[in-house]
């Protein structure tokens, strides 16, 4: 399920067996890329263009041009109505303090070094965990301190990674 907030409404969206339910209602509607940015929908026999103004994939939240009326998108995927849920955040402006491994695995490879600047969003490290390889991003601001592992190193779920100021 994802759950969509345009101007201020909020809408569930998920798909049931290849079908589009907003709100547990069926929606139907014929959408046809006009370019990587623009889009032409016709719903309800109503014709649309639609134009992505902006789009800021860490946050999710976008910009939309819908037949020249502006409408900002923010969407919250499974994960993110989870945190949600359990009272956690994905602030934007949280600062980060240290990364400690989200799972057993093996650092395969390292993105950052001591004194990089580091954005929420970032990519830190590559994180091998069975057989997939996972990229572990920042989920705040802040300047690397200190890596406490090396490429290679095998680590368990909760050990130390890294140290941010």
Known sequence: MLKAIINDQTFEVSDEKGEIL???QPFTWDFRDI???HFH?????????????EANYAEKIFRLKVNDKIHTVNLKNRTD????KMG???SASAKLNNLKAPMPGLIYEMKVKVGDEVKKGDVLMILVAMKMENAIKAVGDG?????KTNTGDSVEKGQLIMEFE
């Open 22 to 24: 907003v709100n547990n």
């Open 35 to 37: 370019s990587d940015t």
């Open 41 to 53: 929908i016709i719903k309800d026999n109503k014709s649309y263009n639609a134009e992505l103004v």
């Open 81 to 84: 109505l989870i945190l949600e």
């Open 88 to 90: 956690l955040s994905n």
């Open 143 to 147: 300047i690397v301190k200190s890596i």
